[in-house]
DNA sequence: CTGAAAGCGCTTACAG
DNA sequence: CTGAAAGCGCTTACAG
């Protein structure tokens, strides 16, 4: 395989290496190379299905075109789209992704970026977990293109994209409130994550604004069971709530273990409302509105600053670092239709 | 970032790239390296954080230390808990994966494969789609390592990681039967995919075994209104079946639509058994049994033979391809209870 | 309009 | 026990 070089089309077009290269990356043109040089070559370059080695490229030019994307678990459905609507943008652009996955595990973060280094990637996109700043400054003053999304880490001066959080919740909170409800809680976990903290916010926020009662539950997570527990016990000594909005999807996939159990109607009874959108929301009976976040939208505006910091690289070009929120959306469902229609359904 | 070369680490320590080349690769031993000078060059490697450059590298060896992964789509759950898998043993060995979607363009896998050959890969982990034979044997035919997982191609000599889903089938069949439910149908596409054949099979052949009779629907597939559509007419013409397999993943999603309308009773009143487990399965009342493909032990085995050949190729030995089929698991739910207890319950 | 040659950062046969 | 040097396949400044 991949036996023919650069050197055998310039042997057998009967011209150099130099004039090869010039024509297979567009630059005959530019370099003023003849019609007749430019065809023969580019047949030779055709028949012996010539493929150059980006080893080799990357090794002379110094970029590898590629790019290393770190997240938890590439696995988890929200990070495996980003992935690959990542990898489609890349591959369009002539760059290739390298995938690592952190687990839990701050080693093998290191390593990974370590992995990730010795390959030679032109940069670094990364949901980083707590507790990793220390490792990615460094890389970050080298001044080698990177982008974050997911989680928000103030304390890091780069490029950002994020779901806007706070705008989320507001609207979703609203939307409750619009529909009737008016004892909204708001169930998130116990937690210094920004996005989890813009969250609690947006819903604060709209609470006030309507002059309403906060009714929050912080859980300081630990496993499924624990939390099903205090979810149980925090909506039975709540009898009076009757909307809930949920921060994040596993809590929502916790409260709904009590869909199983005889204490459904803890659930049933209420206006629900789950961050991030999955199959079960919409089976389940009454179906549960939740909070999409933009993928594909998250995806695009990655890689557009990638593609940005790698570009102003080669122009030398400083760059301000930006934080890009964009919108999730309110898919509305079963569950929080309007309270008065629910009640007339009831009795119906 | 990465400026420090080999030959800065041999300038600093005093000696030369050959001698440090030979420490970071762990020959030192072997070349008889005195004990001094490796620990000198040990030190200074680690101070300067020096890390070999793996494009130089892989030019000079002729092995990029990278394999292409393709498939449909890399954000489907089965296919990206598989390449997180794979990913991981790769990491271990020294390997990195790039990944590639084709989505249902024949020219995009072409594309995908050309970009793979570009980049050197050293082997090709492929969930091949029909259609695409020809573009593969070709790779084939020069020995690269290749391992193709998920679909079978008899026509393909090469080695193959699958489900072992004719058994996948009978089994689930047989613990319908033991269950002491008698008409059962299968519900499938029509196809010449091997894997789908299979699992007609072993539905067959347990039926037969049995002495019961054979029911299946076979759906030209379009979309998924229009499935719902045959499975809900099939199953209202059906009145005596008493319990239903599903052959894939995406019937069972079609068929619980009907939960959603007022035909529920047409599968609340049968024994469910899907293909792929997935989390809606458990949450729907009742929980829907299901057959789970072994997923890690799929990636590990794909892994190990694509190792496998990677060395074979250094020491040249040529190497029968293997064909190997893996036992799925039978998650058992409430939708198949026994006949009789379930009986009794709706009675009590 | 075209080519000879240096050099990217490694590995490795060869020499001593 | 250690080093000088060739060469992997490219790109590109330089020369003509």
């Known amino acids: 395989m991949q036996k023919v070089s650069i050197k055998d089309i310039a042997r057998i077009s009967g011209t150099s290496v130099t004039t090869v290269s010039f024509v297979i990356n567009g630059k005959a043109k530019e370099k003023h190379i003849s019609e007749s040089v430019i065809s023969k070559i580019e047949k030779i370059v055709a028949e012996m299905a010539y493929k150059p080695n980006s080893l080799a490229r990357g090794l002379r030019t110094g970029k590898s075109k590629i790019v290393g994307f770190l997240v938890d678990d590439i696995s988890k459905p929200f990070f495996s789209e980003i992935a690959r609507h990542i990898d489609e943008k890349a591959s369009e652009h002539g760059y290739k992704i390298i995938f690592g996955s952190i687990g839990n595990d701050k080693e093998r973060a290191r390593d990974m970026l370590k992995i990730f280094s010795e390959r030679q990637v032109d940069g670094y996109i990364i949901a980083l977990p707590e507790g990793l700043e220390n490792e990615v400054s460094s890389l970050l003053d080298s001044k080698v293109p990177m982008v974050f999304f997911d989680r928000f880490l103030p304390e890091i001066n780069a490029d950002f994209v994020l779901t806007d959080n706070a705008k989320a919740t507001a609207d979703a909170t609203a939307h409750l409130v619009d529909n009737g409800f008016n004892n909204i809680a708001f169930i998130t976990i116990e937690t210094a994550q ?155």
């Open 194 to 348: 920004q996005q989890m903290l813009d969250r609690l916010e947006g819903y604060r926020n709209t609470i006030k604004r309507f002059g309403l009662k906060e009714n929050i539950l912080k859980i300081v997570y630990t496993d499924q069971k624990t939390t099903v527990g205090k979810i149980k016990s925090f909506l039975l000594e709540n009898k009076d709530i009757d909307a809930v909005l949920f921060a994040a999807n596993y809590l929502t996939m916790s409260a709904l273990q009590l869909f199983k159990t005889k204490d459904k109607s803890l659930l049933t009874s209420k206006a629900l409302i789950s961050f991030d959108d999955f199959e079960l929301l919409e089976f389940i009976s009454p179906s549960i509105t939740s909070i999409e976040q933009p993928i594909k939208a998250i995806a695009g505006q990655i890689f557009q600053l990638m593609l940005k910091r790698l570009d102003a690289k080669k122009n030398d070009g400083l760059q301000e670092s930006s934080v890009i929120k964009l919108p999730a959306s309110l898919i509305k469902r079963a569950s929080t239709a309007a309270k008065l229609a629910k009640k007339v359904k009831l009795v119906s």
